[in-house]
């Protein structure tokens, strides 16, 4: 039996598709490492991005809560200090808090030093930057100081080895958040070894993917970033061991189009963005080689993961402890709700939201019903099936799962321009984002506006 108090090193990727592991199915890139982990640990295929994209995805995992609970619904605005995260509680109860890789919650500069105290939000060890997808071959990382550290080596190698290094021979429990800058676009900024690994000619495509030498370049590139995170995820289990316990996390924060449908990168609601990959690997407290249906969003992992840790669970969270659904005792979740509230960058076009269920996805944009699609038989999501009459009961019926999610979290679903104003968010024109820069020293037209989250218990 695993006591008490496991140890926890949760690993993620940065936009990474949950159809692209070999366990589950892609013959595209070999991750013997991943399906390692899913022959030893519970694999779940219905693990969802609550809103596929990065800052807001990541104040969703470590809080609990949804974004428009913490404010967090746009990239590069900073996380209110006043949250209660995950490492907060841990902490709290003897454990040692580790953070190593991309932060992205400390607002709009990017290459900024976030020092130690409130906004690392409960993470005691720290080697980590708020944000670069510029140079993936020579990243900046700062510790306590704001003293620059360039390795000069491939970021995945690297956040690797300083991972390996802090969890070696720790005497009490501890808990290690690893975060990836890649497979997220740079896809071709590789170490040599790892390009022209995969051929872009030999790449089978998803039937919703238009064959273009584009796509598959950037396929190509993406693939060999798995390659890398694979590798180095066989160097920790290898450092783990058959420890019963440590739990071992592998997810990602979103996916990516990668071209599927006509569209690039995230914000979307069809699974080549919203649906991402889940592995818990736990030898003393979850079986192995299972595959759970359990619908697993991002707001859940606070509260199930303090669960299976013996840690009580803050009364701000929002999401539901799915332990017992995945151990059979109880009912999981009948939908993930999903949502875009603020469109931005990558994706202007419409704000939406929707819901997944173990077979469909439906969207609805404010214009009305907009997708529905039955995942079982079109796994690509090609035939929409949304306004066709022989499908009207079931559009109800999921128009119906949708709005008991909106009314459940408070989402009255306006325009986006009402929450920008509501929450005081200032963005860029056409573009929608909050401007940020990379920039090292004072710009001379002055930093981007620092944007702090205003929480929806904090507004007027």
């Known amino acids: 039996m695993a006591r008490q ?3 926890l090193i949760f690993i993620f990727a940065d936009q990474m598709r949950a159809r692209d592991m070999g366990c589950a199915g892609d013959p595209n890139v070999a991750t013997p490492n991943l399906d390692r982990m899913a022959r030893e640990g519970v694999r779940f295929t219905n693990a969802t991005s609550m809103i596929p994209v990065c800052t807001p995805a990541r104040a969703a995992l470590l809080t609990g809560r949804y974004p428009l609970s913490t404010g967090m619904f746009l990239n590069d ?7 209660t995260t995950i490492a ?4 709290d ?3 040692d808090t580790a953070y190593i890789g991309k932060w992205h919650l400390d607002g709009s500069r990017r290459f900024g030093f976030t020092p130690p105290g409130p906004r690392r939000q409960g993470f005691d060890y720290w080697h980590a930057l708020n944000c670069d997808h510029r140079d993936y071959l020579n990243p900046l990382y700062y510790e306590d100081s704001d003293e620059q550290i360039w390795p000069e080596q491939y970021a995945t190698d690297y956040e690797t080895d300083v991972a390996l290094r802090y969890s070696e021979n720790r005497d009490g429990p501890y808990s290690l958040f690893l975060s990836y800058s890649p497979p997220h676009n740079p896809y071709q900024q590789l170490p040599e070894r790892w390009r022209g690994q995969i051929d872009p000619a030999a790449l089978q495509l998803s039937p919703n993917t238009p064959d273009t030498e584009e796509n598959r370049r950037d396929l190509a590139g993406y693939y060999a970033h798995i390659a890398a995170i694979d590798e180095n995820i066989g160097r920790l289990l290898a450092a783990v061991g058959d420890d019963p316990n440590t739990i071992v996390v592998f997810w990602s924060d979103h996916g990516d189009m990668l071209g599927s449908h006509g569209k690039q990168r995230k914000q979307w609601p069809w699974d080549d ?3 991402v990959p889940l592995i818990v690997r736990w030898p003393g407290g979850l079986p192995q080689g299972e595959i759970s249906p359990v619908l697993f969003n991002t707001v859940d992992f606070v509260p199930t993961l303090l669960g299976w840790m013996g840690v009580e669970c803050p009364q701000t969270v929002e999401g539901m402890d799915l332990g017992p659904a995945i151990a ?4 999981g979740p009948t939908s993930a709700f999903l949502q875009v509230i603020a469109p931005f960058a990558e994706q202007v076009e419409r704000e939406w939201r929707a819901v997944r269920t173990a077979r469909h996805t439906y969207a609805e944009t404010l214009e009305g019903p907009w997708l529905l699609y039955d995942n079982t038989v079109d796994p690509d999501q090609l035939d929409n099936l949304a306004g066709r009459a022989e499908h009207a009961d079931l559009q109800v019926e999921l128009k119906r799962e949708l709005g008991g999610w909106l009314g459940r979290t408070g989402d009255d679903f306006e325009p986006r321009a009402r929450y920008l104003e509501r929450y005081g968010y200032a963005v860029e024109g056409k573009n929608g984002a909050v401007p940020y ?3 090292l020293e004072e710009p001379e037209q002055g930093w981007p506006p620092q944007q702090v989250a205003r929480r929806r218990e904090d507004l007027p």
Not at 88 to 91: D, G, K
């Open 5 to 7: 108090s496991p140890n």
């Open 77 to 83: 605005i900073q996380m209110s200090i006043a949250e």
């Open 88 to 91: 907060h509680v841990l902490r």
């Open 93 to 95: 109860a003897g454990y």
């Open 273 to 275: 963005s919203a649906l």
């Open 328 to 331: 059979g005792a109880a009912a």
């Open 437 to 439: 820069t990379y920039a």
